[in-house]
């Protein structure tokens, strides 16, 4: 079994790539970036920002339905990454389905987001994902929202690197130059570099 860290939306950020949604495990300054349609980010945003709205959305009554059956949403899980698309997972208990074993239910990551921010559940991600598609949160800072950083000799064009990877969801490639930032990033902290 995959060991399961829990983590939180940092933030929602719109790119020149698309709209990403940047899951940070707790404590780390490490995010993974996922990229959803334009529609998922409204219902995320519409959860996470608790606004009403006069009709139900899909979410919303997802999350009706759960209750009046006696259900409940205890966790959403990004669990896996294979073939650059992220897999999610809806961990539900109640009645018949016991926190030993509970329904488990596979969710796109924009609908399992949706669903966590309304029911204010947690949120937990696969520790492998994290080091398969982690990238350092200040460099994701730095290039979503135009943030002034320091700019070391070389990181410009590997963050325009990773920003290709990135949007075209080739993660284990992103994953590699982010290693490669780190390690640029701190020989030249040891060099004094400015």
Same mark, same amino acid.
């Given at each position: 079994? %995959?060991?399961?860290?829990e983590? !939180? ?11 990403? +949604? ?6 780390s300054?490490?995010? +993974?970036?996922?990229? +959803? ?7 995320i945003?519409?959860?996470? %920002?608790?606004?009403? &709205? ?19 949403? #205890?966790?959403?899980e &990004?669990h896996?990454? %294979? ?11 109640g009645?018949k ?6 329904? &488990? ?5 924009s ?7 309304r029911r %204010? ?7 492998? +994902?994290v080091?398969?598609?982690? &990238?350092?949160? #200040?460099?994701?800072l #730095?290039?979503?929202? @135009?943030?002034?950083?320091?700019? =070391?000799p070389?990181?410009? #064009? ?5 920003? $290709?990877?990135?949007?075209?969801e080739? =993660? ?5 130059? $982010? ?6 990033? @701190?020989e030249? !902290?040891n060099?004094?570099?400015?």
């Open positions: 079994m %995959k060991e399961m860290i983590a !939180e939306i940092w933030t929602i950020a719109r790119t020149d790539q698309g709209n990403a +949604v940047l899951l940070r495990p707790l404590g300054d490490i995010t +993974v970036p996922i990229f +959803v349609g334009q529609l998922e980010i409204q219902s945003l519409i959860g996470f %920002k608790d606004l009403t &709205v006069s009709r139900p959305l899909t979410h919303d009554l997802f999350l009706a339905l759960l209750r009046q059956t006696g259900l409940t949403l #205890d966790r959403a &990004v896996d990454l %294979k073939d650059n698309t992220f897999h999610a997972r809806l961990i539900i208990t009645e389905f016991p926190e030993d074993l509970p329904l &488990v239910l596979d969710a796109r990551p609908d399992a987001f949706a669903l966590a921010v %204010k559940c947690p949120i937990m991600i696969s520790r492998a +994902v080091e398969q598609a982690g &990238v350092p949160a #200040d460099l994701m #730095d290039e979503m929202n @135009n943030a002034a950083a320091i700019e =070391y070389g990181h410009r #064009d590997l963050r325009d690197e990773l920003n $290709r990877a990135l949007a075209a080739e =993660y284990e490639r992103a994953a590699e130059i $982010r290693d490669a930032m780190i390690l640029l990033h @701190n030249q !902290e060099r004094g570099a400015p």
